[in-house]
Each structure stands twice: as C-alpha cells, then as structure tokens.
C-alpha cells in the first residue's frame, strides 16, 4: 500500500511536471512569437518610412482669357511698328513681323490697341492686320486712289523732301494731315504739302470684307 502510494505520487509529480514543462514551453514559444511579430513590424514601419512619398498629381490649367480682350488679329506687314499713342508720331516701343498674333484690345480711328505675347500693350496701324475670320474670295483689298493728290511744281525756292501723315476714314476722306519732316526749312512748303493731300480721295482698304480707315504717307519733293 505504502509503495502504492509513492508510485501514485511519482505518477503525480510526473504529470505535474510535465503540465509545467509544456506551460513554459508555450510560454516560451507565445514570447518568441510575439518578439517575432514585433520585430517584423518594426521592419515593415521602417521600409514604409523609406518608401518616396508618392509625386502629388499634376492638374493641367486652362490658361486664362486675356482681360478686356475683345479677338485676336495676325500681323500682315513684314515689320510692323508698336507705338505708345494711337499716332505715327508715338514712339515705337517694340516691332512684330509678319504672321505675329497679337490680343486686340481696342480700335481708335486707324490705330488697334494690342497686348504683345510679352504682356505688353500698344497701338499699330488697323490696315497693317487682320482678324483670323475665314474670309469671303475677293473681299480683302489694298487701298487705292479714287483722286490724286495734285503737286504744283515750281523751279525756284528751296528744295528738299516734305513728309506728311494723311489720316483716311472708311470713305475715303482725308480728314486730317501731320508733317512729319520738313527737310526745306521752309514752312510754306509743309503747308502747301498738307493742302495737296488733302484734296485727294481713296478707295479705303477692306480687311474682313470691312472698309477700314488707314495713314496715308505723302512724300513730296521740292
């Protein structure tokens, strides 16, 4: 009976021993699963750290509608000069070439109010560009003289070259003269000058099937 009993207790010491063994082993098996488990997150936080921030996308803006624009002309001239005033006496502050855009601002009399690809603005002569209209065959045309001016011719006084700047409307008419130079010296020259163009008349140019006003420039010698 006595060795019953101790067999039974060895038996029981067994059991609880082993029940320990395998709690430690789990125990063990539970930290190292976590240690593992830690570590790999720490080591996928670390390579999503290093990842590149991916590049914001890029929206395409649609660039803005020129303020007070009112339509785009194309330059027909070969050189065609800017100027600061809406006259041929305004000084010329830049110069574009034949099949130049430029944003059309304004329209005075024979000048057009432009805005350059550079931004900046000034006034070129209407005749010397045209809109990007489909045109009608035959509609454009040149100017042309309805009336010669008449130039009186004389041997004696002073010689030399009157320049002058004749301002046409649509119809035709001269209405209105500058001197631009006066190599004579002589101011009843430049007057007589004014007075010969002024009694001429035009056949206007069309652009866009459209009379348009327009400088005249009358060279006369002397």
Known sequence: MI????????HDSYRTSARVN??????????EGARRHTVLC???????????APEP????????????????VRVTATTLNVRDDASASGKVIAQVKRGDQLTL???????????????EEGWVAS???TSGKKKKPGCDSDFAFVKAPLASFSESGPH????????VNTKGEVISTKVVS?????????????????????????????PRAFIFTYKRSF
């Open 3 to 10: 060795g019953d009993r101790i067999d039974s207790n060895r």
């Open 22 to 31: 395998f709690y430690s082993a789990w125990k063990n098996a539970a930290s």
């Open 42 to 52: 720490v080591l996928l936080l670390l390579v999503a750290c290093t990842q590149p």
């Open 57 to 72: 996308e890029v929206v395409p803006q649609t660039p803005p509608t020129p303020a007070n624009a009112i339509g785009i």
């Open 105 to 119: 601002l304004g329209e005075q009399s024979a000048w057009s109010h432009v805005r350059l690809a550079s931004g």
């Open 127 to 129: 005749q010397h560009v």
């Open 160 to 167: 030399g070259l009157v320049i002058v700047d004749a301002t």
């Open 182 to 210: 006066n190599s004579t010296g002589e101011k009843a020259l430049a007057t007589m000058a004014e007075r010969e163009i002024r009694s001429a008349t035009f056949k206007p140019p069309y652009r866009d099937c459209q």
